[in-house]
């Protein structure tokens, strides 16, 4: 069963599948982390990525969005999910207009961080200082993420259309 040109393209159950996948999947990804010199980097991002990267804008905000509920209720801050639709809109945005992965992603993620340091510092109540070490950690891993899902993705999109 084929369903008509939902974010550009032809659905049937293996792209259902994918994109849900990638809406529902940076949850469980965002409970793992690593630390280097007291840095915390997070990867639920790659999942955001490859949304916008095979799907545009607006799967990328979906994704986001969605895949955010995880840490915005860990943290009690509500906040990330929008800071997250912005990144993953506007990362899949430029995507789509041919920029590059890594640049569209620092880009998406240059738009992000008012955001993101405003809400966690006014309205989050977190001390500024904190959020700065949030957004070098964001960064490193934000090129990560684009990096492996610019990499990935001809692979990925190869087994489900």
């Given at each position: 069963m084929e369903?008509?040109?939902i974010f550009g393209t032809e659905?049937?159950?293996k792209k259902a599948l994918l994109l849900i996948s990638l809406m529902v999947f940076p949850n469980f990804l965002a409970m793992f982390h690593f630390q280097l010199y007291g840095i915390r980097f997070h990867f639920f991002?790659?999942?955001?990525f490859l949304a916008a990267i095979i799907y545009g804008p607006a799967a990328g905000m979906l994704s986001g969005g969605l895949g955010s509920l995880y840490t915005a209720i860990a943290l009690k801050n509500p906040y990330i999910i929008v800071g997250n639709i912005?990144?993953?809109g506007f990362a899949g945005y430029l995507m789509k207009r041919k920029v590059n992965a890594v640049p569209a992603v620092l880009l998406a993620f240059a738009?992000?961080?008012p955001w993101l340091w405003a809400t966690d510092v006014?309205?989050?109540g977190m001390p500024?200082?904190?959020v700065n070490s949030i957004v070098v950690a964001l960064l490193a891993s934000n090129i990560i993420c684009a990096y492996l899902a610019n990499a990935s993705a001809g692979k990925i999109k190869g087994l489900f259309f």
């Open positions: 369903y008509r040109h659905f049937d159950f991002q790659y999942l955001i912005i990144l993953g738009a992000q961080v006014y309205l989050a500024a200082a904190a």
